[in-house]
């Protein structure tokens, strides 16, 4: 009997080990809220002073190229007192303490309360150094929370990387989008292809296009603001044509693209947000368009991703063709 008591003895031991692992392993909630929800813990006292007005001058600012203000993220505040658990699985956390005696410091933390979770803390002794350290950080600051946005949706769209589309565009331009199968071919040339994925909400039509082209390249000038345009121009006018007679997608002339240069996985594309509308059409939207050298081939390749939704806001449907066209891989 003493045998066999010591053998269960000897048995349940592992078995004890397993189930207290199991325990402690952590298993975090996904992360709550809406894509450029941004979540500002900080008492009111300082919110409504210089470290608040810190937060709100960079993340509340107007995103560029949309024909309707939009801010970069939508900032939701609450005090310390009041973040309590149902606030800790938000995506995007900025927590701002004001500490007599703290010394400066910044951190950046990631799935602290929920999977794919940013959170920013930031530890000051006044709530002037607070904003001071906020202010000088604010390009960084930016930075983390859109690549992260970026980054959730590339995790994402990823189940498409095989996708038909994906292998389309793989044997016609020799490079790879993730685009889902819910993109279909609207218009197609040699040198151009135009995909669409079409759907409505509350009877009012949502519309995410990605047109792709290439032409060789010549010169850098072909990266100037107005030779891209130009391009650009040219392809919508001969193939992206609208319902009513003589109509075609253009470039709105009064808006200057918004241009700047970004790095892609050591790739450099040109980036430029701009507006688009139909001659001799009633419609218009914003668009996101990558341009960079294919120096193998000589050539330069244009990702285009345009935005149609009348009715509704449009700075995370562009998001979306950001991050889409973001996934590109040769």
């Not at 769209?157 to 609207?186: H, I, M, P, W």
């Not at 850098?220 to 919508?236: C, E, I, M, P």
């Not at 509308?277 to 990558?290: A, C, E, K, S, T």
């Not at 330069?300 to 979306?320: A, H, Q, T």
Request: with cysteine.
């Amino acid at each position: 009997m003493q045998a066999i008591y010591k053998f269960l003895i000897l048995l349940m031991v592992p078995f004890s080990i397993v189930s207290c692992e199991e325990m402690n392993e952590r298993v975090l909630p996904s992360c709550t809220g809406k894509s450029g929800d941004l979540l500002i813990v900080m008492d009111s006292l300082y919110y409504n002073h210089e470290a608040g007005d810190a937060v709100k001058q960079i993340f509340s600012q107007e995103q560029d190229g949309l024909p309707q203000p939009e801010p970069l993220f939508n900032i939701i505040q609450v005090p310390h007192r009041s973040f309590a658990r149902i606030f800790h699985p938000m995506r995007n956390v900025i927590m701002v303490n004001v500490e007599e005696d703290a010394k400066m410091k910044l951190s950046v933390r990631k799935e602290v309360w929920a999977e794919s979770q940013l959170v920013v803390t930031i530890t000051a002794p006044t709530g002037e150094l607070a904003a001071e350290t906020i202010n000088k950080n604010a390009a960084v600051l930016l930075d983390y929370f859109n690549d992260k946005e970026i980054a959730r949706l590339h995790a994402k769209f990823r189940v498409n990387a095989n996708s038909k589309n994906a292998q389309l565009l793989d044997e016609k331009f020799g490079l790879s989008l993730s685009l889902d199968e819910l993109y279909t071919v609207a218009e197609e040339a040699e040198d151009f292809i135009w995909m669409r994925k079409d759907k409505t909400a509350g009877g009012h039509q949502i519309s995410q296009n990605i047109m792709i082209y290439t032409y060789p390249y010549v010169s850098d000038s072909t990266f100037d603001v107005g030779q891209l345009v130009a391009k650009r121009n040219y392809y919508t006018e001969k193939y992206v044509v609208g319902s009513n007679e003589g109509s075609y997608m253009q470039s709105y002339k009064e808006y200057v693209p918004i241009q700047k240069e970004v790095s892609l996985n050591g790739v450099y594309l040109n980036e430029l947000r701009g507006l688009w509308h139909m001659h001799r059409d009633f419609m218009g939207g914003p668009f996101i368009n990558y341009s960079l050298v294919d120096e193998k081939n000589n050539r330069v390749i244009c990702i285009d991703g345009y935005v149609y939704s009348p009715k509704f806001d449009k700075r995370e449907f562009l998001r979306e063709q950001e991050a889409l066209i973001k996934t590109i891989t040769f």
